[in-house]
C-alpha cells in the first residue's frame, strides 16, 4: 500500500475517533486561498455534539471565509474537514447542506422578491414540505414576529426581522450543525439580544449544536461553551469561553475598543 | 376601425409567438445573467423537427386529422427540442460558467451560427413549404365589403399561448421547482447553501426554455407554412427585443413584451409601410429604453455582488 494510502487510512482513522468523541465537525489543517492569497492558514476547529463554539476575530481574519470553506466554496486546498465522521471537503456546496448542516450566512441573505413563507419553503426544500406545518409552528414559536407578516415580501422588512427569517430559513431544514456567520452585524442592540437570546434557547432547549462567528467577541464568548480566536487566516488561541474572556490579551483586543494590533496577540502567545 | 381590430388580431397571433420565444431568453438572463443568443436558433431547430414531424405522421403513417397531427407534433417537439437547450448549456456554456463574462456569450453566437450551418447542410437551403392546414376562421364582421376575420388558426395560437402560459406560471409561481428556480434567480450560493443543486436547476431553465420556443416552432411553423434555416435570426431577435423591452429577467414582461412588438410590426405594416417594420420595432425599443432602461416591468438593475 503507498503512503499516500496510508495516510488516506490514517485521517479515516482519525476522522471516525473524532466523530466516536462526538465531534460533530471536526476542521483539520485546512488552508483556503482567493487565488494565490492565503485567507486560511492550517485551520483546526472542531465543534462537539450540543456544543455553542465560537469563532471570534477581527474584519478580514478569515472567519466568514471558513464558514465558506465548511460549505464546500472555496475549497480546502489542503487538510480536510468531516461532518459526522464523513469527510465533506471535496463535496458540492448542496451536498454538504443536505447532510445536515445550514447556515445564517453573513447579510442574511434572505430571498428579497419572495414572501416570508416561500423564504421558509426554500430552507424546507430538503424534505419536500413533508412537515412543513409543524416546523413551521416551531420556528413561529422562536421568533413570533414572523408569524405576522408570512406573506410579506422578506426584502421590505427590517434587518432584524430579516435575521430572525435568516435564521428560522436554516432551522427548516431540520439541521444537526447550525452556522451562524455575523448575526448581529448592523442591528440594534436590543435586537441583538434577541436574536443572541434565540440562540441561547435553540442550543439550551434543543440541544442544536451551533458553530458562531463572530464580531461582537464579549457576547459571544459569553454565549459560547468554547471559542477560537482567529488572526490573519491562523487560529491563535483557543478555549472555553471563559478563560478566553478574562484572557488580557483577548480582552485587549477584542473587548476594550481593540487598542492592541491583531497581530501583537501572536507575538504574546507565541 | 374595421381594419385596426384586423390588424390588432393579427399583432396579437405574432406577439404570443414572440412572447414565447422571448420567455426562453428571459428566464436564462434571469438565472444566469448572460443573453443566449443561440436561442433564436433552437427556436428554428424546433420548427424543423415539427415539420419532419408532421410530414412523417401525415404521409408515412396515414394521421388523416390535422389536429390529431398537430397534437402530436406538439407533444414531441417539446421534448426533443428541450434536448437540444440542454445539451448546449451542457456542452457550450457550463465549463466556461466562472469564467470571464464574455466567454459564454462568444460561445452562445458559435452555438447559433452551428445550428443554423448544420440545419443548413443538414436539411438544404431552400424554404422547406408545409400542406396547408387548417384553413378557414371565423368571420366576426363585415363592413362595405371589409370582412374582419379570425382564423381558426390564430384561434389555436391564441388558446395554445395561453393554456400554456397559465401552466407555466403556476409551475414557476406555485411549484417546488420554480421556486427553487426563482431562489437560483436571486441568490444561487444561499440556493446552493439550502441544499439547491444550482447546476441542474440551470439545466432545467434552459430545458424549459427550449420547450416553449418549440411550441413558438410549432405555431410558427403552423402559421406561415414555410420554415427555412435562417429562421432563427430574425424572430430571434424581435423576441431578444421583446425580452428587453418587457424588461429581461421578468417573466410577464416578456410576454408583454412580445405583444407590444408583434403590434407594432403589424400595425406599422398596416398604416405605413411593410418595408420599415423591422425599424418600427427597433426604434420604440431604443426610445422606450432611453426612458425606461430597465424595461417596461424589469426592476431598476442593481449590481449583484
Known amino acids: 500500500m503507498s503512503v499516500a494510502g496510508i495516510n488516506v487510512l490514517v485521517e479515516e482513522t482519525r476522522a471516525r475517533q473524532a466523530a466516536a468523541a462526538g465531534k460533530l465537525l471536526s476542521v483539520r489543517g485546512v488552508s483556503a486561498y482567493y487565488g494565490s492569497v492565503a485567507a486560511l492558514r492550517e485551520v483546526d476547529v472542531e465543534v462537539g455534539e450540543g456544543e455553542i463554539v465560537t469563532l471570534i476575530g477581527a474584519n478580514g481574519a478569515g ?76 420556528v413561529c414559536a422562536l421568533f413570533p414576529r414572523l408569524k405576522e407578516r408570512l406573506q410579506q415580501r422578506a426584502g421590505t422588512m427590517s434587518g432584524g426581522e430579516q435575521q430572525m427569517l435568516a435564521i428560522a430559513r436554516a432551522l427548516m431544514s431540520r439541521p444537526r450543525l447550525l452556522l451562524f456567520d455575523e448575526p448581529s452585524l448592523g442591528l440594534a442592540p436590543l435586537v441583538v439580544k434577541q436574536i443572541f437570546g434565540a440562540i441561547r434557547d435553540l442550543n439550551r432547549r434543543e440541544g442544536m449544536t451551533i458553530f458562531l462567528v463572530e464580531q461582537n467577541a464579549y457576547h459571544a464568548l459569553k454565549l459560547a461553551h468554547r471559542g477560537y480566536v482567529l488572526v490573519n487566516g491562523r487560529v491563535t488561541m483557543s478555549g472555553t469561553g471563559r478563560a478566553l474572556l478574562d484572557d488580557p490579551a483577548v480582552k485587549a483586543a477584542y473587548l476594550e475598543g481593540g487598542l492592541v494590533e491583531a497581530s501583537d496577540i501572536v507575538e504574546a502567545k507565541g | 376601425m374595421d381594419v385596426f381590430v384586423q390588424q390588432l388580431i393579427n399583432g396579437l397571433t405574432l406577439g404570443a409567438i414572440y412572447g414565447l420565444i422571448a420567455i426562453g431568453y428571459t ?124 382564423s381558426y388558426k390564430q384561434c389555436l395560437i391564441m388558446i395554445v399561448t395561453v393554456l400554456l402560459l397559465a401552466g407555466f406560471w403556476y409551475l414557476v409561481q406555485r411549484t417546488a421547482f420554480g421556486r427553487a428556480q426563482r431562489a437560483c434567480e436571486q441568490d ?118
Not at chain 1, 413563507?117 to 416546523?135: K, P, Y
Not at chain 2, 470571464?100 to 431552400?126: D, E, H, K, T, Y
Not at chain 2, 431553465?205 to 429562421?231: C, I, K, R
Not at chain 2, 423591422?278 to 455582488?305: H, T, Y
Request: without cysteine; proline residues 4%; positive net charge.
Open chain 1, 63 to 138: 472567519k466568514s471565509t471558513l464558514m465558506m470553506t465548511i460549505f464546500g466554496s472555496p475549497q480546502a486546498r489542503t487538510g480536510r474537514i468531516a461532518f459526522a465522521g464523513e469527510d465533506i471537503t471535496r463535496l458540492p456546496t448542496h451536498a454538504i447542506a443536505r447532510l445536515g448542516i445550514a447556515q445564517s450566512p453573513e447579510g442574511r441573505r434572505v430571498f428579497p422578491r419572495m414572501s416570508v413563507q416561500e423564504n421558509l419553503q426554500m430552507g424546507a426544500s430538503l424534505h419536500g414540505g413533508r412537515h412543513f406545518a409543524q416546523d413551521l409552528e416551531r
Open chain 2, 188 to 305: 444561487r450560493r444561499m440556493a446552493a447553501l439550502l441544499g439547491i443543486d444550482v447546476d441542474r436547476t440551470i439545466s432545467l431553465t434552459f430545458v424549459l426554455g427550449a420547450a416553449l420556443a418549440a411550441v413558438a416552432g410549432v405555431l410558427y411553423l403552423l402559421y406561415y407554412g414555410v420554415v427555412s434555416f435562417s429562421d432563427g435570426f430574425v424572430p430571434g431577435v424581435k423576441a431578444f427585443t421583446a425580452a428587453v423591452l418587457g424588461g429581461i429577467g421578468s417573466l410577464p414582461g416578456a410576454v408583454l413584451g412580445g405583444l407590444i412588438i408583434g403590434l407594432i410590426e403589424t400595425f406599422w405594416s398596416a398604416y405605413f409601410s411593410i418595408e420599415y417594420k423591422d425599424v418600427a420595432a427597433f426604434s420604440i425599443l431604443a426610445i422606450v429604453l432611453i426612458f425606461m432602461p430597465s424595461g417596461i416591468l424589469g426592476r431598476a438593475e442593481v449590481e449583484k455582488v
Open chain 2, 27 to 150: 428566464m436564462v438572463f434571469g438565472i444566469i445573467g448572460m443573453v443566449n443568443f443561440a436561442h433564436g436558433d433552437v427556436f428554428m431547430v424546433s420548427t424543423f423537427i415539427a415539420l419532419i414531424g408532421f410530414l412523417i405522421l401525415t404521409t408515412w403513417l396515414g394521421v388523416a386529422s390535422v389536429a390529431v397531427a398537430l397534437l402530436i407534433v406538439l407533444i414531441i417537439t417539446m421534448p426533443l427540442t428541450a434536448l437540444w437547450g440542454w445539451a448546449i448549456e451542457r456542452v457550450a456554456y457550463r465549463p466556461l460558467r466562472g469564467s470571464f463574462r464574455l466567454a459564454p456569450l462568444i460561445s452562445a453566437i458559435g452555438v447559433s451560427i452551428f445550428l443554423s450551418n448544420f440545419v443548413q447542410v443538414a436539411q438544404g437551403a431552400r424554404n422547406k413549404p408545409t400542406p396547408p392546414m387548417l384553413n378557414g376562421g371565423f368571420t366576426l364582421f363585415e363592413r362595405d365589403g371589409y370582412a374582419v376575420t379570425l
